[in-house]
């Protein structure tokens, strides 16, 4: 068997479309990948790749899945099969283990660190608006910062108490297992064997996953003692390696995708402002360097990359090397310079929304193009310096993997150097020599096996709610992460919202149902699932529901508004409409049955007193139903 920790490594790294892209010839078309499918035989394509979800799917045939899913359709493969095999295309060793209950335990750990931090968010957050301490010293310290309150929640911000041991004490009281608190590095031991809070008397940024979960965090001092670190981060544990995590990309991830472009910040205060400013497609390395692991977690979603930095002019020349790792990574990078003394975080705070947005429409710069100009500067008229600086900036471009992005780089550096463009070709073509060092991997010259034809078969809906329940499951699905903003309500997110709406409301088809109780299961427990949960679902008919519903074959056209000046809304522009409809349009259908199988028994009925309790029955249901339509604009029959 292979350990959870590979597999997990595997499917980090498996990229839909190249996988896909191995034996498809996919074609870009809006936000997704076209091709032919190669599991039925099409003239048309109507096979679709969804690089933001990774998935693959279908609408001739309906075959969807993950990358691990093609592989095993595609070649016939098992489960473990595909795993070795996107191993080796990825170039990850794998190591076969018995599962042992070593390995249980090991897994339940993981699972045990997950809660424990789950917990103490909770905790922190509790701190922060339910006591007088909190409420003081952490809460007045945000709205000092100008955060508002939907921000402070969005991001579970907290505060760590001043006592030594308040967290370890409530979580002993709550029966939290000490080893678990230690290892996440929430508590410390020292050589006494005395338990402390390790981020005592700091406020508190919790660190998420892509997947939304806790698995660190980020406490900021409020002392201005010179001796107390300004910031304590989490150690490195079982669930936190902080060089595979983005600050913010859980609740940026969206509007990354949407923007198609992420703004890559320093620090918790840069990505809390620049957020708070309308600009939600913006993340932070935390302090850290920036590594190769979070640059991929990025080009999950999008190519481009807009750093933003603060106006220290030393600190910029220190990370331009460092940037050229995007630029491997095949990402196009650009640069905003704020003003001297200014970081993201003071000059949104300073200038506003509308006017930081301006300033770096203005102001953002292709990276390899401002790393010349940079240089040049400081290398004056110094020609060893300037050689060094053709030779830094030709070194970058040799980073691009798309020639034609590094042959337009040269001629636009040729007129900023003053070289000739064939003498920065030859240099260009001199450093790709050196790098020819590594063999590519062997592409897989497996045949293609005919697959017959197979006519779907066609299932009728007739006198059935699937329709609206697998439209509440994809609502559920698409928006479930986002934050309720109608109606007076704050603080609540669509998930529980649907959820509890909808607590009356028995659903029918057993795979909605199914969905409906783990949705139930995970909220009770604090957390929300989003579409990967199930899109990677154990249960394949589980999984191949949720990959129908997030997907659709339309793409709707850049033409309409760029040829014709037509605007199409969208349903994710008027939340509050696609989520209530959805709500009740499936209570409606529901209704109407109701209504249905009362009439059918007043019919049958032949006491009066019955058939009075029945219409009586009948006119309070009649009364909901009015109500619901209204609200629908449907037009009732008197």
Not at 139 to 153: A, P, T, V
Not at 221 to 239: M, Q
Not at 413 to 420: D, K, M, R
């Amino acid at each position: 068997m292979i350990p959870q920790e590979t597999v997990d490594k595997i499917l980090d790294a498996s990229r839909i479309e190249e996988v896909v892209g191995d034996f498809v010839h996919l074609k870009k078309r809006g936000t997704s990948l076209i091709g032919l499918c190669p599991f039925h035989n099409e003239k048309t394509p109507s096979f679709n790749v969804s690089v933001a979800k990774g998935i693959y799917k279908c609408f001739g045939c309906g075959k969807g899945g993950d990358s691990v899913r093609f592989v095993m359709d595609h070649e016939k493969y098992s489960y473990p099969e595909a795993l070795k095999y996107l191993a080796q295309k990825y170039q990850i060793e794998v190591e076969e283990a018995v599962f042992t209950p070593e390995d249980q335990e090991k897994n339940d750990r993981r699972e045990s660190l997950y809660i424990v931090s789950a917990w103490a968010a909770k905790f922190f957050q509790q701190q922060l608006w339910e006591t007088d301490t909190g409420q003081s010293i952490g809460l007045s310290y945000f709205k000092e910062r100008g955060y508002r309150e939907d921000i402070i929640k969005k991001f579970e911000l907290g505060y760590s108490p001043e006592e030594w041991d308040a967290l370890f004490q409530q979580a002993k009281k709550e029966a939290y297992n000490e080893d678990y608190l230690e290892a996440t590095g929430l508590t410390v031991k020292n050589e006494a064997g005395k338990v402390y809070d390790r981020f005592r008397g700091r406020v508190m940024f919790p660190i998420h996953n892509l997947t939304g979960r806790i698995i660190g965090f980020g406490g900021r001092t409020l002392k201005t003692d010179k001796n107390v670190p300004k910031y304590v981060n989490s150690p490195e544990s079982e669930i936190y390696h902080k060089s595979n995590v983005l600050y913010g990309l859980s609740q940026a991830k969206k509007a990354i995708r949407d923007q198609d472009n992420c703004f890559l910040v320093e620090g918790y205060a840069d990505v809390l402002s620049v957020h708070q400013a309308g600009i939600e497609n913006v993340v932070a390395s935390s302090g850290t360097s920036l590594t190769t692991e979070q640059i991929r977690l990025i080009s999950r979603f999008s190519q481009n990359v807009t750093i933003l930095y603060d106006g220290d002019a030393a600190g910029i020349k220190a990370s331009l090397r460092g940037l050229d790792m995007i630029l491997e990574e095949g990402l196009n990078v650009k640069v905003v310079l704020f003003p001297d003394g200014h970081d993201p975080d003071s000059y949104v705070q300073e200038v506003g929304s509308s006017a930081f947005k301006t300033y770096i429409e203005q102001h953002q710069r292709d990276f390899i193009l401002y790393k010349t100009d940079i240089l040049l500067k400081d290398a004056g008229t110094d020609p060893l310096k300037r050689a060094g600086v053709i030779r830094e900036v030709v070194e970058s471009i040799a980073k691009i993997p798309d020639s034609i992005k590094a042959s337009v780089f040269l001629r636009e550096c040729s007129s900023l150097l003053q070289i000739e463009e064939r003498v920065l070709i030859t240099e260009l073509n001199k450093i790709r020599q050196v790098k020819q060092k590594r063999t590519p991997l062997p592409e897989p010259t497996q045949t293609l096996e005919e697959i017959a034809d197979a006519d779907p078969q066609l299932v009728a809906l007739v006198q059935t709610d699937e329709s609206q329940e697998k439209e509440i499951i994809r609502l559920l699905l698409q928006y479930g992460h986002e934050l309720v903003h109608w109606d007076g309500i704050t603080g609540t997110y669509i998930a529980p919202y649907v959820i509890g709406n909808l607590s009356d409301v028995e659903f029918e088809h057993p795979l909605c149902r199914s969905i409906i109780e783990a949705y139930k299961s995970e909220l009770s427990s604090g957390n929300i699932p989003n579409e990967q949960h199930f899109i990677k679902h154990a249960d394949a008919k589980i999984a191949d529901l949720a990959i129908s519903l997030v997907s659709s074959p339309y793409v709707l056209s850049e033409n309409w508004y760029n040829k014709r000046k037509i605007y199409v809304r969208q349903e994710s522009e008027n939340l509050r409409s696609t989520i209530l409809g959805g709500i009740f349009h499936l209570k409606k259908r529901k209704v109407d049955r109701i209504l249905k199988n009362i009439r059918e028994e007043i019919q049958k009925e032949t006491d009066n007193d019955n058939q009075a309790i029945l219409m009586k029955r009948y006119m309070q249901v009649k009364e909901v139903e009015k109500g619901i339509s209204k609200f629908l604009g449907s037009v009732i029959v008197k």
